[in-house]
């Protein structure tokens, strides 16, 4: 999965949580692109949510 962040000059805080609100996996970084590895997760629904001081957001990503 990528990650396409809106300002690479301000830390994000990246969070997948599942269904249930569990923290699954959590990051920080200034990078624009965030490339992660998510074959550890097991099939189902997740929410990626990314923060910064100018905001945030939450999509949803499917595992199949």
């Not at 997740?46 to 905001?55: H, I, R």
Request: aromatic content about 6%; hydrophobic content about 35%; charged content about 25%.
């Amino acid at each position: 999965v990528t990650l396409i962040l809106s300002n690479p000059d301000i830390e994000h805080k990246i969070r997948i949580m599942n269904t249930i609100g569990e923290v699954v996996f959590e990051t920080n970084t200034f990078k624009e692109e965030l490339h992660l590895d998510l074959n550890t997760l097991g099939k189902g629904v997740y929410y990626v949510e990314s923060s910064s001081k100018d905001g945030s957001s939450v999509k949803k990503l499917v595992m199949k």
